[in-house]
């Protein structure tokens, strides 16, 4: 029977009772007095030398206070990189600098070069035309490849190229990786693209600078999933604040995605500019600024081979990809195509060999850092089409094959240098063919051709690093920043909670699951927990929402800080109780000595632990309240199975998605309805970017998909309702809660089910196409069929 509190429950979503009811607190509801705004005004080319700024017509306009350029921000610090990698020669990446304000030149379409900040938004809006702008354009640069040429325009005159960095690895690998294709029965190659992605969350980014003169002290209100990570950044590296005169307060944000990941130009500026004209500053983006202000996902050009032995046993691995990092580098943009790319690239297989290489490169276009599932997404769509791909040349079953070559025995070191400690791929793989119903597809099928579609089954399995750790190993891979983090548990005096996290919740439902945790631990009802996050003045340091991170890494912190609480409200019962503490046991709420009726409340011994005057507490001092910080030992390793239908009209090349199965483990799971939700919005995000979406530019670097007039987000009628399961189970070995990550797991388990799937509809139409290129819009599986 299913529970109804507790961890395993799924009760509703405390959150959405506010956001239902429009009683959310969303960074543009804070209004404060004073307030002015301001409007950037960005570049309409994407390279060019700024010859001259004249102002002096727009400063004099009503409303206008101030308008600041790059000029203003001499001797500000730009925009850090929170990432340095080291390319496979030991050398560091280039790493060219990043101005709040362009300052000589514009290097993307929407680069922002002045600053106006006026009384009301029209009047910023309308001081931003009558500046005079006088740019020389200069050839822009889009195309990877081209990039690297030796006479293409260089994005950043001070670089030796617009190559950031040229990574290899396992680099030590690499001749015994060619020397396994040279021996190989059989190899497969494909080339393919990860399409550039716009995350496009619901709201739109905001950012409110508020400068206390009275104590000095600086408050950014903002769209983030990562507040402390923010006041760490531009607080040390940009504006020089110290941490201690510098809040930064994240409260609801309508969805990330992984955009709002990330330190942006418009924060810096809004907080600078607010402590230079002492008036609060407030900016929000409309939605053709997020399209190219915001940091884009993917974009990657792949090669991707697979040797295989003459029993058709995976033997090497074999990857060259160019990835994009736009024209500067964004706050982890780095470690995606690397360190969260290469090291999936085993996937659930037991390949014994495998070399990754990762061209990194500056174009004329917006910065691309993480979009839901950073690299992993990239790795998976690499090697389930080229193992399917390679099914079809060697005319076997593709389940078949993927099975014969699943690692089977756990823990289990892959040959570039993660280990997976726990995972059943054979079971989640029976669990996908069950609710799939695949022995009725070839019916399915024949139902379809009656009616002219053909029908096509695609099939793929995923397998994902979560809660990036642990510190000491991310900082030799480069990372500038620790990736634990951190939970307070304060016990008020009658027995109710408040549990400050590190974690920020923006869809998440942390109100709802981590109170779960805490009400399981103790006995009590979880409406007597309460989260506090999103506030660098309430929460301990905190290395925000990303990656899957939440309940592994800041629910084990939470965990780990409750153990403290309980043993140190043992000790009081033990007072109470007058018994030994090693007798002393806690369940439903009350504490009690072992073999005894002898019992006291929780909500007694909290009443206590403040008014400690009934009792001797010599060795314990009042009040209950302790902090814990947690540095996972390993990641956490979510797997799949996914599996996906389609019928293709072959008149008119559409793609019509008619069911989805999904089977994952995420190990012990808190809120099975919350997971989910989790699953459903990844998947609608991964057909998202397999039928529909695509950030494109043009040969000058101007965007064409620049508002949704152009950029195909997915809509209700374009995805099915899908059926999800997270019934396997293999909790994870190394954190207490035995989670594994499972916000990201259908945005990467999705596109190649769905790809996989229109080729075999084809096939099925008489039409061998080896592959299709990433979206698949009517037009071009049309074109495919009619080659």
Same mark, same amino acid.
């Given at each position: ?24 607190? &969303? ?27 004249? =102002? ?103 670089? =030796?190229? !617009? ?18 294709? $040279? ?205 399917? $791909? ?180 043992? $000790? ?23 073999? =005894? ?12 632990? &403040? ?47 008619? $069911? ?47 508002? &949704? ?25 190394? !954190? ?52």
């Amino acid at each position: 029977m299913p529970k109804d509190h507790g961890i395993g429950a799924s009760p509703k979503r405390r959150e959405d009772v506010r956001f239902l009811t429009g009683k959310g607190q &969303y960074t543009d509801d804070i209004n404060l007095h004073g307030q002015t705004y301001v409007h950037f005004l960005r570049s309409d080319v994407a390279h060019g030398i700024i010859k001259s700024i004249d =102002t002096s017509d727009a400063e004099n306009m009503p409303g206008v206070v101030r308008i600041f350029t790059g000029a203003d921000f001499e001797g500000v610090g730009g925009l850090p990189c929170g990432w340095q990698i080291t390319d496979r020669h030991g050398q560091p990446m280039q790493e060219p600098g990043h101005p709040v304000l362009a300052r000589g030149k514009v290097r993307h379409v929407g680069d922002p070069i002045a600053a106006i900040v006026a009384e009301t938004k029209e009047q910023a809006r309308d001081a931003a035309e009558a500046i005079g702008l006088d740019i020389e354009e200069l050839p822009a640069v889009v195309d990877m490849v081209s990039a690297l040429a030796p006479d293409a325009p260089k994005v950043h005159d001070e670089l =030796t190229s !617009n190559l950031c960095y040229d990574w290899g690895f396992v680099e030590e690998n690499k001749a015994a990786v060619d020397e396994a294709f $040279k021996k190989a029965a059989h190899v497969t190659t494909l080339e393919l693209i990860n399409n550039r992605l716009v995350a496009n969350p619901m709201e739109p980014r905001v950012a409110v600078g508020d400068y206390n003169q009275a104590n000095d002290e600086s408050t950014l209100y903002t769209t983030s999933q990562n507040p402390h990570v923010i006041r760490l950044l531009m607080g040390a590296f940009v504006l020089g604040i110290p941490e201690h005169k510098l809040r930064v307060v994240a409260p609801d944000v309508g969805g990330g995605f992984g955009t709002k990941i990330f330190h942006y130009a418009e924060e810096a500026f809004v907080t600078f500019a607010s402590r230079q004209i002492r008036r609060p500053v407030k900016w929000t983006s409309t939605r053709s600024e997020a399209f190219m202000s915001d940091a884009h996902g993917r974009d990657h050009k792949t090669k991707i081979e697979l040797a295989l032995d003459a029993d058709n046993n995976f033997m090497a691995i074999r990857t060259d990809t160019y990835a994009n990092m736009g024209a500067y580098l964004s706050t982890f943009a780095p470690s995606v195509p690397t360190w969260l790319h290469g090291t999936l690239m085993a996937g659930n297989y037991k390949t014994p060999l495998i070399y990754v290489n990762v061209k990194a490169v500056f174009t004329n276009t917006v910065p691309v850092d993480a979009y839901r599932g950073a690299g992993r997404p990239e790795a998976t769509f690499q090697l389930e089409r080229l193992v399917d $791909k390679a099914a079809r040349e060697l005319g076997v079953d593709p389940i078949a094959l993927r099975r014969q070559n699943f690692i089977t025995q756990f823990p289990y070191a892959t040959p570039v240098a993660v280990e997976y400690d726990t995972g059943d791929y054979v079971a989640t793989m029976d669990r996908m063919e069950e609710i799939m119903d695949l022995s009725g597809f070839e019916a399915r099928r024949k139902a379809s051709e009656a009616k002219g579609k053909w029908r096509g089954l695609g099939v793929n399995c995923y397998i994902e690093a979560c809660g990036i750790a642990p510190s000491n190993l991310v900082g030799q891979l480069g990372a500038r920043a620790g990736l634990y983090d951190a939970a307070t548990v304060r016990v008020n005096a009658t027995g109710s909670i408040s549990v400050m996290v590190g974690a920020h919740s923006h869809g998440q439902g942390h109100e709802t699951t981590f109170p779960q945790v805490i009400a399981e631990m103790i006995g009590i009802d979880e409406s007597q927990v309460d989260i506090v996050h999103g506030d660098s003045s309430k929460i301990p340091f905190g290395m925000g929402t990303y990656g899957s991170r939440s309940l592994a890494v800041c629910g084990s912190a939470m965990v780990r800080a409750a153990e403290k609480v309980i043993r140190k409200a043992k $000790k009081i019962a033990a007072h109470l109780l007058e018994a030994s503490e090693a007798d002393i046991e806690l369940k439903d709420g009350k504490f009690s000595v072992a073999g =005894t009726d002898k019992e006291c409340a929780w909500g007694d011994v909290t009443l206590a632990a &403040y008014v400690p005057h009934n009792y001797p507490l010599e060795d314990i001092e009042p009040g209950l309240e302790e902090t814990a910080f947690y540095d996972p030992a390993n990641f956490t390793y979510p797997s799949g199975a996914y599996a996906c239908e389609v019928e293709v009209d072959p008149e008119t090349g559409k793609v019509t998605i008619e $069911k989805f199965a999904a089977a994952d483990d995420f190990g012990n799971v808190v809120n099975p309805m919350i997971v989910e939700g989790q699953v459903h919005g990844g998947i609608a995000q991964g057909i998202g970017q397999a039928l529909l979406e695509a950030a494109v530019y043009d040969e000058n670097g101007q965007l064409q998909s620049a508002s &949704y007039m152009d950029y195909a987000m997915p809509r209700a009628d374009d995805v099915p309702f899908y059926i999800v399961d997270h019934s396997c189970c293999t909790p994870c070995t190394h !954190n207490p809660l035995g989670v594994k990550g499972c916000g990201e797991a259908g945005a990467i388990g999705s596109p190649p089910a769905v790809v996989n799937a229109v080729i075999d509809a084809l096939a099925s139409g008489g039409k061998n196409v080896p592959h299709i290129d990433m979206p698949l819009t009517p037009h071009r599986v049309w074109k495919a069929i009619n080659q």
